[in-house]
Structure formats: C-alpha cells, structure tokens
T-cell receptor, first 113, second 109 residues
Framework: ETGVTQTPRHLVMGMTNKKSLKCEQH?????MYWYKQSAKKPLELMFV???????ENNSVPSRFSPECPNSSHLFLHLHTLQPEDSALYLC????????????FGPGTRLTVL | RKEVEQDPGPFNVPEGATVAFNCTYS??????FFWYRQDCRKEPKLLMS???SGNEDGRFTAQLNRASQYISLLIRDSKLSDSATYLC??????????FGQGTTLQVKP
C-alpha cells in the first residue's frame, strides 16, 4: 500500500452538490494536512490536524468542512462550491508538527461547474 | 513581500547543461528548508533538505545563505527526466511550511 492515498482522483460537481474527498495515510504519522493548488499559484495550506485534533484553519470558507476521525484518515466535505474552487486538492502527512518532510497523496482534481 | 519567492521560469536548457535556481524567503527566523519536485499533474515529492553547511546528492547541490535569506539548487549534467517544477519550501512565521510558486525546468534533447 502506498504511503498516502486519496480518492477520488478526479471529481466534477455542480455548485449545489455535496461531495467528500478522502485521504488515508499508511505511514503511522501523527499530522495530516489539506492543501489547495490552483494553476500558477503556490500550494495554499487549508487545514492542519495533529493527533486528529484540528490545529489550524487557514481562513478557509465554511463550504469546505474537514473531518479527521483518527490519525490515519482525513476527509474534506464539500458543499455549495464555486467555480473558482476548481483546483487540485492535496492531502499530506508528516511524523508530527515539527518541520519534518511532508508526504503527499496524488491529489483530487476537482472541477466545479 | 511574499514569504517565499521563486522565479517561475520556465528555464529551457539542453541536456548536459548546468542550471541553478534561487529562492528568497522573508522570515529571518526560518530553520527548515527544502526543495521539492513536482512533475506535471503529480504530487510534490521531497528532493532534498537544505542544511546550513550545504548538501549534495549526486548531480544536485543545495546551498543556504542565511545572511541574504536565499537558498539555491544546482543541477549538473541535466537529464530529460529532470524536467519538472521545483518548489522551494521554508518554515514560515507561524511554523507552517510555506511553498513557493515553483520554478519550471524543461530539459531539451
């Protein structure tokens, strides 16, 4: 099993839909992250979880709702998104919140119509 | 001023060339520095950490200049497979990792 997996890999949704992105890490890490990557822009940190507790919400709109049921799983629930939310959503994990290497999943490429 | 700044490129170089990228950062208290590589439509992967003394891994050399607040990545004897976007990553004001926009390298035959 690869280190960090994400599903689905591609998602197309309308503005009124509700969908969820899933991330799972098999590395025994304690910290997990959601990032957004838009074209021509740097990665934007959205949320940080440490030992399944949210430690950071980087001023993300409430239409994005994270959930971390345990240290290995992370979800991003989506509802009433806007077309400008179309992007690559990357999940990452690290051993802990020290400035360690982060391991990324393959991402979910989201298109909002 | 951006927390982490990189020239987006693209840098177009022939195979075998030596190419260097610089990255500047704004937080003088930063302690952790990395170069990540991101292939087209793939996730970022760690290329190398950057230590105060500099470090080398095969054809890749990373340097840190704390006084001028920049890090560099040197690639010698470029290969076609080196074509990618190289992300400079630094710990920011609040302890988070801050990613630069990336520098795109295209190695041509």
């Amino acid at each position: 099993e690869t280190g960090v997996t994400q599903t689905p890999r591609h998602l197309v949704m309308g503005m009124t839909n509700k969908k969820s992105l899933k991330c799972e890490q098999h590395l025994g890490h304690n910290a997990m992250y959601w990032y957004k990557q838009s074209a021509k822009k740097p990665l934007e940190l959205m949320f940080v979880y440490n030992f399944k507790e949210q430690t950071e919400n980087n001023s993300v709109p409430s239409r994005f709702s994270p959930e971390c049921p345990n240290s290995s799983h992370l979800f991003l629930h989506l509802h009433t998104l806007q077309p400008e939310d179309s992007a690559l959503y990357l999940c990452a994990s690290s051993q802990d919140l020290r400035m360690d290497e982060q391991f990324f999943g393959p991402g979910t490429r989201l298109t909002v119509l | 001023r951006k927390e982490v700044e990189q020239d987006p490129g693209p840098f177009n170089v022939p195979e075998g060339a030596t190419v260097a990228f610089n990255c500047t950062y704004s937080n003088s208290a930063s302690q952790s520095f990395f170069w990540y590589r991101q292939d087209c439509r793939k996730e970022p992967k760690l290329l190398m950490s950057v230590y105060s003394s500099g470090n080398e891994d095969g054809r890749f050399t990373a340097q840190l200049n704390r006084a001028s607040q920049y890090i560099s990545l040197l690639i010698r004897d470029s290969k076609l497979s080196d074509s990618a976007t190289y992300l400079c990553v630094v710990d920011g004001n609040t302890g988070k990792l801050i990613f630069g926009q990336g520098t795109t390298l295209q190695v041509k035959p």
